[in-house]
């Protein structure tokens, strides 16, 4: 059974950080290719930024680009996501999963970034 348990998310001003943290289960997180999604209100969920099963490669959406950093630690079947330079636009719930999903989503932590 996987289960993701996301979590760090939370009100921020406007040039803020946070720091998502995704708690997986089970003893094949190593295996996947891993990445944070997000969803806004009135929008469709997209892919923030994805990382290799051995952490060795990432990619990230244009709009988050030298802002946001997505690394892992296998050991501890967790997923991070450091964010930076918050906008508005960053606003949303963020989701982990695997790339490409399976089907497999937890409830999701809001990051609401707001002066």
């Known amino acids: 059974q996987v289960q993701f348990v996301e979590s760090g998310g939370g009100s921020v001003q406007p040039g803020g950080s946070l720091r998502l943290s995704c708690a997986a289960s089970?003893?094949?997180?190593?295996?996947?290719?891993m990445g944070w999604f997000r969803q806004a209100p009135g929008k469709q969920r997209e892919l923030v930024a994805s990382?290799?099963?051995?952490?060795?490669?990432?990619n990230y959406a244009d709009f988050v680009k030298g802002r946001f950093t997505i690394s892992r630690d296998n050991a501890k079947n967790t997923l991070y996501l450091q964010m930076n330079s918050l906008t508005a636009e960053d606003t949303a719930v963020y989701y982990c999963?695997?790339?490409?999903?399976?089907?497999?989503w937890g409830q999701g932590t809001q990051v609401t970034v707001s002066s």
């Open positions: 089970g003893s094949l997180f190593m295996l996947f290719r």
């Open positions: 990382i290799t099963s051995g952490g060795g490669s990432t």
């Open positions: 999963s695997h790339v490409p999903p399976t089907g497999y």
